[in-house]
Nanobody, 116 residues
Framework: QVQLVESGGGLVQIGGSLRLSCAAS????????MEWHRQAPGKQRELVAR???????YYADSVKDRFAISTNRANTAVHLQMSSLKPEDTGVYYC??????????WGQGTQVTVSS
C-alpha cells in the first residue's frame, strides 16, 4: 500500500500563485509517472500535468506556461507550482501515480479555489 498525501491548497485571488505538494509514504514500485488531476464542480476529473521518472513532462493546454510540475530525486514527492491562477482552475486537485501493474495510487485531494 502507498499513501499519497496532498497539501498546499487553499483560497487565492485571480492572478495569484499556489504550490501543491504530494508526498508518498514509500518508494513506488513500477512507477510510470507522477500526475496531478483536478475535478471542477460538475465536471469530470481531468489530467492537468504529468512527469515521468526521466523528467519528461506533459501539461494540459489549459495550464501550459502557467503550471510547473516537479518531483524529488526518489520520486516520492511531486509538486505543482501554479501561477496566474484563473477562476476556471478552481477544483479539487489529486495526485496520482500510475504503475506498470495496471493500478494507480491516488491521494485524497486538496481544494483550490480561485476567486476575486
Amino acid at each position: 500500500q502507498v499513501q499519497l498525501v496532498e497539501s498546499g491548497g487553499g483560497l487565492v485571488q485571480i492572478g495569484g500563485s499556489l504550490r501543491l505538494s504530494c508526498a508518498a509514504s514509500r518508494i513506488i514500485n513500477g512507477l510510470i509517472a507522477m500526475e496531478w488531476h483536478r475535478q471542477a464542480p460538475g465536471k469530470q476529473r481531468e489530467l492537468v500535468a504529468r512527469i515521468r521518472p526521466g523528467g519528461h513532462t506533459y501539461y494540459a493546454d489549459s495550464v501550459k506556461d502557467r503550471f510547473a510540475i516537479s518531483t524529488n530525486r526518489a520520486n516520492t514527492a511531486v509538486h505543482l507550482q501554479m501561477s496566474s491562477l484563473k477562476p476556471e482552475d478552481t477544483g479539487v486537485y489529486y495526485c496520482a501515480t500510475p504503475t506498470t501493474y495496471g493500478s494507480a495510487w491516488w491521494g485524497q485531494g486538496t481544494q483550490v479555489t480561485v476567486s476575486s
